[in-house]
């Protein structure tokens, strides 16, 4: 059957469907075999089912529920054993019935697909209060470092409403940064999930207004190691994970950042008072100067930033000549995140990106 001369698409899926046929009408004797079985074992256990046909569980617990809920001789079955109905479609309306729909809902299965019948049985699901206090007494957000801290994981478990309220307010932010096309939808929930932390920590998303006190983090530098590796090993932020040369760049430019040198292996000894990297009159001096991101076509204004052109730490400094206002977006995603830099050769206001690894 495999040295078929080539088809065209329509017919393979003319001859996929006639297959699905046969599943249907095997389907449809294994399910007269098993409510043979329920008669006398009305608890025969999906599990064992499982095992005995080397199928997934979801498919013995499938098979299970269309021989409780299908009556021999019903419809159901006969457009099962005809083919016109695949067994994916009965165990939906099963499982529909199986939650108690009445006879005129279960009847809309018809005119649905199968995932429109599931949304139709996740409808008719009940949920008391007690299974709602469940799902509440399990709310949880985990949150861990990787083994050698570079990465931090986060995992929530939430009940369904504060699950929406959390995506929404997600999905609101990440509308509230420029457009980028090349961000997934995950890349964009957590640009959004840390742009609404920066908020939360600096009491607002205007960054030029003064924080709530003191710095948002705190950096402490292994001066020996940082220098001879090029800021690689040696950084850590206080209580948090290793951070490597990028951010260390972008803590450099970072208003709220304090900055605490340790000299010695162990040995605190030139920790200084809280280091505002760039001053703050300077940072409002360029924020003025400015007007908003100067990276060329963004109109965004949401938390704007100092970036220095030329890094510090490749001996860049604080000459209003090197330094530019950029969004937050432009800043923590585009410049520090991807590893693009600021042709330094273009327009105060009309700065052009250059991509990482290439030279202007
Ligand atoms: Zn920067
Ligand atoms: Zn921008």
């Given amino acids: 059957m495999f040295d078929e001369p080539i088809m065209s698409r329509e017919e393979v899926f003319l001859a996929l469907r006639e297959c ?34 080397d199928v997934s569980q979801h498919t013995a617990r499938d098979l299970l529920e269309a021989a409780r809920r299908t009556p021999e001789r019903s419809q159901t079955i006969a457009k099962l054993e005809s083919g016109s109905w695949s067994f994916d479609r009965v165990a ?57 801290e570079s990465v931090g994981f986060i ?56 924080s709530r006190g003191g710095p948002v983090v705190t950096v402490i530098v292994d001066a020996a190691l940082a220098s001879a590796t090029g800021a690689e090993a040696g950084v850590m932020v206080a209580n948090g994970p290793r951070v490597g040369p990028e951010t260390m760049d972008r803590i450099m430019c970072a208003g709220s950042v304090e900055v605490l040198v340790d000299t010695g292996p162990g040995v605190p000894l030139g920790v200084g008072p809280t280091t505002r990297v760039i001053p703050p009159k300077l940072r ?24 220095h052109i030329v890094p ?4 860049g400094t604080n000459d209003p000549a090197n330094l530019v206002t950029l969004c937050w977006w432009h800043h923590h995603v585009a410049i520090h995140g991807r590893g693009m830099r600021i042709d330094p050769t273009s327009p105060p206001h009309r700065r052009q990106l250059i991509p990482a690894g290439r030279s202007p």
């Fill in 20 to 53: 699905e046929q046969q599943v249907a009408a095997v389907r449809a004797r294994q399910v007269h075999l098993l409510r043979g079985l329920l008669r006398r074992d009305p608890d025969p256990g999906a599990d064992e089912l499982a095992g005995a046909l």
């Fill in 92 to 148: 939906a309306v099963a499982a529909l019935v199986g939650v108690g729909a009445d006879d005129a809902t279960v009847a809309q299965a018809d005119e649905r697909d199968i995932a429109g019948i599931r949304r139709l049985r996740a409808l008719q699901q009940r949920i008391t209060r007690r299974t709602e206090h469940e799902a509440h007494s399990k709310r949880s957000v985990r949150s861990w470092a990787s083994l050698d």
């Fill in 155 to 210: 995992h929530a478990e939430l009940t369904g409403y504060d699950w929406r309220v959390v995506t929404k307010a997600l999905e609101d932010r990440a509308d509230l940064l420029p457009r980028d096309t090349q961000a997934t939808a995950g890349q964009r929930r957590a640009d959004a999930l840390v742009a609404l932390s920066q908020d939360w920590l600096s009491g607002g998303s205007d960054s030029s207004t003064t």
């Fill in 312 to 315: 510090r730490s490749q001996g």
């Fill in 284 to 307: 409002r001096f360029i924020l003025g100067r400015d007007q908003g991101c100067t990276v060329d076509g963004c109109q965004s204004n949401y938390r704007l930033e100092v970036h």
